[in-house]
């Protein structure tokens, strides 16, 4: 049979991140390839959970959510930033953040569309924007600065070249998967000025917004003057509370946009987990504790696995947030992260990803590769230990 998959889709087959987790299966690497935490999130969180499914929280949920969760979301929103939405028109539940960012691409970006995207970009965003028959716009982010604090940025010029009579929307993932830029609010203004000045939409991707370190603080784009009309907002429960499995987050946006999500959604997934969303609300008002000590956790791993890489004869950038470290092979003397990808579980016992994956323009990540350090401090120094391997030969 030819091939079944619908044409605009044909780019997206196997990834390399299936092939990265079967080879560290194989050869039975520490796999610092996908990033998932291997502790649970707060006690209480998954207590309530389990109580909620006991209890009988077991049949569908409004479509729009359970009103407890969009509540906390709005009540979150508006003391963290100031930022009003009303629960009931605002706030729209989906499930996870991926779920979401689908929904809002598909519910308002018309075929030959054009959506600015930051690269290196999220896996997902490409793919949702092909199915909705749009074209994505790549401006590329790279390193600044001296090297052991490098830290990627755009080019305002570029930016405001890739607008276009076409293009509808900037797709913003800040704190930033996998560079771990958090956008500062010099960059934002530049951005929102673009969006203000060619009336486009905004679509923040803000899964990592509780996971910033040095200080740096997460602002969200439409907290921006003109912003807050023309942004929908993402965020879920995965990163914040460490169970990435748990799929619940949720939209928020004036009323409009968050119709074009929901118009969407209602057929997409319909709803999502109704137990997990009452635990997932009690967590928002009462565990932020928890989450502040789990980031200072993750910078102190943030820290332990760079000096380790560092150590093992990488280039390492400075992540501002995220799970994620990049890191440049040349002074390895390898030139492609690919092959280094295939080769180091094998090599060292320890799988990465390969950073040219997630660009449009592959040549500009060729020699980066991305490290998850949102794992035990003993993973992450048996992983150092084993890649320090490496530079001996
Ligand atoms: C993990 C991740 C997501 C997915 O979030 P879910 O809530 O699990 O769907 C979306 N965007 C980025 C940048 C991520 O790293």
Redesign the pocket.
Known sequence: MDEPLVTRLRDFGETIFAEMTRLATETDAINLGQ?FPDTDGPASLLHDAAQHILGGVNQYPPGPGRPELRAAVAAARAESHGLDYDPATEVYVT?????G?AAAVLGLVEPGDEVIVFEPM?D?YPAVIAMAGGVRRPVTLRPTGQAGAARFTFDPQELRAAVGPRTRMILV?SP??PTGTVFSPEELAVIAEVCREHDLLALT?E??EHLTFDGVAHVPLATLPGMRERTVAVS????TFSV?GW???WVMGPAPLVRAVSTVNQFLTFTANGALQLAVAEALRSEMAWVAAQRDALQAKRDRLSEGLRAAGFEVMRPQG??FVMADIRPLGFTDGIELARTLPRAAGVAAVPAQVFYDRAEEGRHLVRFAFCKRDEVLDEAVTRLSRLSKG
Do not use: M
């Open positions: 990033g499930v996870g953040a991926t779920a960012i999220y997902s993932n930033h998967n991707d899964v990592y879920s429960v995965g990163k990435t799929k619940t987050g995220t799970y």
